[in-house]
């Protein structure tokens, strides 16, 4: 009599050998073409020669130095808070308060800095407190008073939005040259410091994930927050510190856009649509919306893959509103390629579980904090 | 009853005997209820270190929660837990396993994104500065493996998704072996391994043994308790039936103490065979992923009960028919006439009903009102069918003798039974044909569960099919004209109506788990058990 | 919050021993009232003590010709969050329909009911892809409705190329501004007719087929499924009602607000805060789409109360973000400890 086995959660891939090859350059054509991190580098060096070839053909080059020193400041705004938005989702949370975040933190910069060089350190100071206020009381929200993450942060979005319309109307003034110069616009060596600023973010929370408890405890809470619980897991203050290191990201956004429009703006968040962007960015980049899986590395080439169709577009002349169409038009379809490969994985249980029930797809069932 | 603390405890087949000191593990006197209903009655419980210790009995005796308890996921209403003589009180799952408590459900606590070692250490991650050090963890973890897992090399870097289940399993026991647990509880950790995963994970476990663990082994593998267990307690009906030593009771004493009960429930009498209507319901080699070689009839007017253990296929085979999970190969025939049904839509289009195993998520809408969830499935017929048969909630809820303040009462707080009988009533508004009950008085009192087995009986004698899981043997024995027992996800016999409990844990049992060597010791097996628990015949 | 409007109280509470006094029996009817109802009433009393304008019938009304495009926009948003989803892209699609009938009409009164019909084709279209996004390649609803929204707006701008083009025709504008002539209180706001037939025609959704399917879907689309409910129909009509009454909102607005390309910017949150004011449990299940119209009253009118006060228009928002927060978490609260 045969016994059968109950389907367990399997991952594509090969399963574990012993030992075996594991030589240095097996290792990285492994991870190269098998992990999704991977495959979204892959996918960014196809889209790149594919845009190249399209943008050549209406006379222009793609892979010129200006160009590619275009593509890389476009980046770095969106990058950064697409930094800090990949660990909230890897949390399984969400933060949509990086849009007004980043245009009230350029504002209080210009307000801080007041239009002088030695206000600089103390207006950095003031907003990067001020971004880690900001995601404290997301993380609060969410975590204390159980309310569904992105009504938690739109929420947030809001207040923080009818504050900036009812005290500032355009641009705010106040952006001192020494500030504007540095950041905005220097460079050190070929490289201009706005870049450096994005290698050191991401290095930083690359780091963060990867070799720190706090890292590998939010991929666990993300993953399951029963099973971390069990583990004793401290599941509110990881998610609390998720939130505050993004809203910190906004907040650096912030400074580094005020220094490059010389200005505050009340409209920069929400005109650069950061907020769903950054998710755009994290979700292209491989990592799962439902927390638990990611890479922030892969998040970097969603942001350069946005920047590179960005570019493209701008060289075909494409009206700046149609790329909100397309924009958005992506975004649909990258949610909705992943989520085929995810609705696979996410409903089997390990070990001997029960078949799969029929599942809608509202979010309560999968958002931490009780909603319903 | 009692095995007394201090006896030695021999091994039932080779090993070194372990010596004699005051059990590392006691539980005394463990009472447990939820919300009223008694589950537990004060069981005592003992497992020195170095020994492994099985619990059996048949669904629903009480396993689960009494290692619950013991894993400081429930607290015992009553009773104390002892470890190394010090009285332990867990309201956290946490502080058990601080107490050197670890156990391994058959869902997994592990998270199939993370590695290996990412796993075993959770919450614990060892830091060299402020710095989590993962080769200090791959280099833990590989060690673990390999010394109480060689036969298998697992990569500690590699994803707990991609590994297989019983890989996962030894992922789970490396978890508990870094914690340093003095005490595993593994809850019937054999349901999904191969034949030969199995012979590893016995390896392993008296690995373990060796190494002074006391290891509670939930399991109904007869034949696997006998190679591992040193002793036996058998629990009933939240009860302790017997501890024995394991080289001195044979499985067929061992069924017997686990079935035979004497039959005090009334039950509403059986149909009358020559007056069964003709074959509603045809099945001819049903298979899905799980199941295989499904071949059944169900008559228009019979009920027929299916029994078998946990796992062995039976909701799947309901699941099945309903459309729900449908099969992929196989045929069947409704009316003689063959259809196809992969969606529970077509089945109720059919004229099919499933009264599933869990009300509350599967069978009502808990925060709607009674009048809502009887009206639920009528909701969903076709409109042509649906003006076909005018609904008349009132005229249901008396029908089924609901007790509720007003049809507008919000389902969640209605009783157990009476939620059950809103789920009845929610079918009988479609006029089905054919209607499956799946645990169907499972969580209600004892009182509603008489008026759940007058519905079920009037619905057969309206001419109505019924088929019937049941994992309580005397329901299954008091309702069915018929009865299948599954096992391992295929029919392992049928049986007419009236068997006795051990006739049925036999089949559901199955051969090779029951020591028999050769044809006449299964024949003289067979007559034990046969003539077993004459309080067995209703 | 009770879910129902009738005035018998249900659940464990109330019965005690013996027949219930008056008082108790009053005490009951009054607890089973929804909050959003007292709110709202409060601040009618309030609004009208400041300003006497308000008690008037003309006064009233104007409030209520305000509110209208809200409250529709709450029954639509009830619908939705009912089946257990969400619709974000509702303020951009009010924002496209005022858009477009003004270009295409441009004016030309001849042309309003085939634009209006345009309108309705292009809210159903929205609401189809919203719905099949959402349900059949399993993209989470608040991603779809949120790529909706940045894909209508950046459609409008493609359009307008930044400053709407053309005019509304007079016979379009009146819909939102003007009435039916009524002895007594003068005039009779098309709005307000509107609105009370949406309220009526949502109410007998609710209390037939669809609306109890929708309320199960949301309550558990497993149990649903598995009783024979088609989910997937549920919930892409759900979508399909939340973009028709931002339609139907859209068309009062124009008259109303004028065209801009900020008109719906905005709504899809007030509208989802007005239904959680009023009672709609976010996830699904619960509610009323009257206590959620009604929701929509109190918003209007707690924006009121505010300007009387003087607190500026953009701090409005500011509130707004913390309603939503507090209704969220008071509900969530509530949820948990049960009753």
């Known amino acids: 009599m045969t016994t059968s086995t109950p389907p367990v959660a399997q991952h594509p891939g090969p399963t574990a050998e012993s030992g075996g090859e594991r030589s240095a350059a097996a290792r990285f054509w492994r991870s190269l073409t098998r992990t999704t991190t991977g495959q979204v580098y892959l996918a960014l060096i196809a889209i790149l020669v594919v845009c190249w070839v399209v943008v050549a053909i209406k006379g222009s080059n793609l892979l010129s130095i200006d160009s590619i020193a275009d593509m890389l400041i476009r980046s770095v705004a969106l990058g950064i808070v697409a930094a800090g938005q990949t660990l909230v989702i890897i949390g399984m949370s969400l933060d949509l308060s990086v849009a007004w975040v980043i245009s009230l933190t350029s504002i209080v910069a210009a307000v801080v800095m007041d239009g002088s060089n030695a206000n600089i350190a103390p207006g950095i100071l003031v907003v990067l407190a001020l971004g880690m206020a900001i995601g404290l009381v997301n993380g609060l929200v969410i975590t204390k008073l159980r309310v569904n993450p992105f009504i938690a942060t739109l929420g947030v979005a809001l207040i923080i939005q009818g504050f900036i319309e009812s005290r500032w109307d355009g641009v705010v003034e106040g952006v001192p040259g020494g500030f504007e110069d540095s950041l905005g616009y220097s460079e050190i060596g070929p490289l201009p410091i706005a870049v450096l600023l994005l290698v050191a973010v991401y290095a930083l929370v690359w780091f963060l994930l990867r070799y720190t408890r706090f890292g590998h405890q939010l991929y666990a809470v993300g993953g399951s927050e029963e099973v971390s619980k069990l583990s004793g897991v401290r599941t509110h203050r990881i998610l609390i510190m998720a939130h505050v290191i993004c809203s910190l990201c906004a907040a650096v956004t912030g400074l580094y856009l005020a220094a490059r429009l010389g200005a505050g703006s009340p409209l920069v968040g929400t005109d650069g649509g950061y907020d769903l962007e950054s998710i755009a960015a994290v979700v292209l980049g491989g990592t799962y919306l439902l927390g638990g899986r990611g890479s922030v590395l892969g998040t970097l080439a969603g942001v350069f893959i946005l920047a590179i169709l960005d570019s493209t577009f701008n060289a075909l002349e494409v009206n700046a509103f149609a790329k909100d169409v397309v924009r958005g038009v992506i975004i649909i379809v990258a949610v909705a390629a992943y989520s085929f490969r995810w609705k696979e994985r996410r409903v089997r249980k390990i070990g001997a579980g029960p078949a799969p029930a029929v599942t809608g797809n509202a979010p309560q069932t999968q958002t931490p904090g009780a909603n319903a | 009853m009692n095995v007394s603390p201090g006896e030695e405890s021999r091994e039932a087949a080779g090993g070194a005997a372990t010596a004699t000191r005051s059990p590392l593990l006691q539980m005394r006197g463990i009472k447990k209820d939820f919300l009223g209903v008694h589950v537990l009655h004060g069981i005592d419980l003992e497992c020195a270190a170095g020994e492994v210790h099985a619990i059996v009995g048949e669904n629903g005796a009480g396993k689960s929660t009494l290692m619950k308890i013991l894993a400081g996921a429930y607290t015992p209403s009553a009773g104390e837990i002892i470890i190394d003589g010090k009285p332990q009180k867990f309201s956290h799952p946490l502080e058990a396993q601080q107490a050197g408590v670890s156990i391994i459900y058959q869902e997994f606590n592990l998270l199939p994104d993370r590695t290996v070692a990412e796993n075993v250490f959770l919450g614990r991650e060892p830091k060299r500065g402020f710095i989590v050090d993962r080769a200090k963890m791959e280099r833990e973890t590989e060690k673990l493996l390999r010394e109480f897992a060689p036969d298998d090399p697992i990569p500690p870097d590699e994803l707990v998704g991609r590994l297989s289940v019983a890989q996962q399993q030894t992922v789970e026991i490396a978890k508990a072996l870094s914690l340093d647990s003095k005490i595993l509880v593994m809850d019937e950790p054999t349901a999904s391994l191969a034949a030969h995963e199995v012979e590893r994970l016995f390896t392993r476990v008296k690995r373990l043994r060796e190494r002074g663990m006391a290891i509670l082994y939930i399991s109904h593998r007869l034949k696997e308790i006998f190679e591992l267990a040193q002793r036996i307690t058998v629990l009933k009906d939240g009860q302790k039936v017997k501890t024995v030593n394991a080289d001195e009771v044979s499985s067929a004493e061992l069924v017997k103490l686990m079935v035979g009960r004497d039959l005090d429930q009334y039950f509403p009498p059986r149909g009358d065979p020559s007056k069964r209507g003709d074959v509603k319901l045809r099945v001819r080699g049903g298979a899905t992923d799980v199941l295989a070689n499904i071949d059944l009839d169900i008559h228009a007017g019979e009920i027929l009960g299916v029994a078998g253990l946990q796992g062995s296929g039976r909701t799947e085979l309901a699941r099945a028919i309903f459309g729900a999970d449908p099969f992929l190969e196989g045929t069947v025939e409704i009316d003689g006439k063959p259809v196809k049904i992969n969606s529970p839509q077509q089945a109720i289009a059919h004229g099919i009903g499933f009264v599933s195993e869990d009300r509350k998520s599967e069978g009502l809408t808990l925060a709607q009102s009674v009048r809502d969830n009887v009206a639920l499935a009528w909701r969903g017929l076709a409109r042509r069918r649906r003006n076909q048969l005018t609904i008349n909630v009132k005229d249901l809820c008396q029908a089924v003798e609901l007790r509720s303040r007003g049809l507008g009462q919000e389902v969640r707080f209605l009783s157990g039974g009476n939620q059950q009988k809103v789920v009845i009533a929610k079918w009988l508004a479609t006029e089905p044909q054919l209607v499956i009950f799946d645990e169907p008085t499972r969580g209600i009192d004892v009182g509603a569960k008489a008026g759940i087995h007058d519905l079920i009986r009037g619905l057969a004698n309206d001419g109505v099919a019924v088929l019937m899981i049941s994992s309580e043997l005397p329901e299954v024995i008091g309702m069915s004209d018929r009865i299948i027992v599954m096992r391992n996800g295929q029919i392992a016999g049928e049986l007419p109506a009236g068997p006795t409990e051990a006739e049925i844990m036999f089949l559901a049992t199955g051969e090779e788990d029951i020591e028999a060597e050769t044809e006449a010791d299964l024949a003289k097996i067979q007559e034990e058990l046969s003539s077993a628990g004459e309080g067995g015949k209703s | 919050m009770s879910t129902s409007a009738a005035p018998v109280p249900e659940g464990p509470s109330g019965v005690g021993e013996g027949a219930p006094s008056a008082l108790a029996r009053v005490l009951g009817v009054l607890r089973a ?225 004028g065209v801009t390309a900020q008109v719906g910017q905005g709504l899809e949150f007030e509208a989802i805060t007005a239904a959680v004011l009023g009672g709609t449990v976010l996830g699904g299940g619960r509610g009323s789409v009257v206590n959620a119209m009604a929701g929509a009253l109190a918003l209007t009118a707690l924006f009121s109360w505010l300007n009387l006060q003087g607190v500026s228009g953009a701090l409005e928002d500011a509130v707004e973000g913390v309603i939503i927060i507090a209704a969220v978490a008071v509900a969530s609260y509530r949820l948990r400890e049960g009753s």
């Open chain 3, 33 to 257: 009232i929804p909050v959003v109802w007292y709110l709202t009433i409060i601040l009618w009393v309030w609004i009208a003590a400041i300003n006497p304008l308000f008690a008037e019938p003309s006064g009233f009304l104007a409030y209520l010709k305000q509110a209208a495009p809200l409250a529709i926009l709450a029954a639509g948003a009830f619908f939705v969050l009912a089946s257990g989803e969400f619709d974000l892209s509702v303020g951009s699609l009010v924002t496209v329909c005022v858009v477009i009938a003004a270009a295409v009409s441009d004016g030309d009164p001849s042309k309003t009911v085939p634009v209006i019909a345009l309108l309705f084709v292009i809210g159903l279209i929205v609401g189809l892809i919203n719905g099949v996004v959402t349900t059949i390649f399993r993209v989470p609803s608040f991603i779809t409705t949120l790529a909706m929204l940045l894909i209508l707006d950046g459609a409008v701008w493609l359009y307008t190329s930044g400053s709407p083009k053309g005019a509304l025709a007079d016979n379009f504008r009146e819909i939102g501004r003007m009435g039916i002539d009524v002895p007594v209180i003068e005039q009779l706001p098309y709005s307000v007719i509107i609105l009370v037939a949406i309220g009526a025609f949502s109410v007998w959704l609710m209390r037939g087929h669809f609306g109890r399917q929708v309320l199960a879907v949301g309550d558990n689309d497993r149990a649903a499924a598995l009783s024979g409910i088609n989910v997937t129909r549920v919930r892409i009509t759900a979508f399909v009602l939340s973009a028709l009454s931002a339609v139907i909102a859209g068309i009062l607005l124009g008259g109303f607000a």
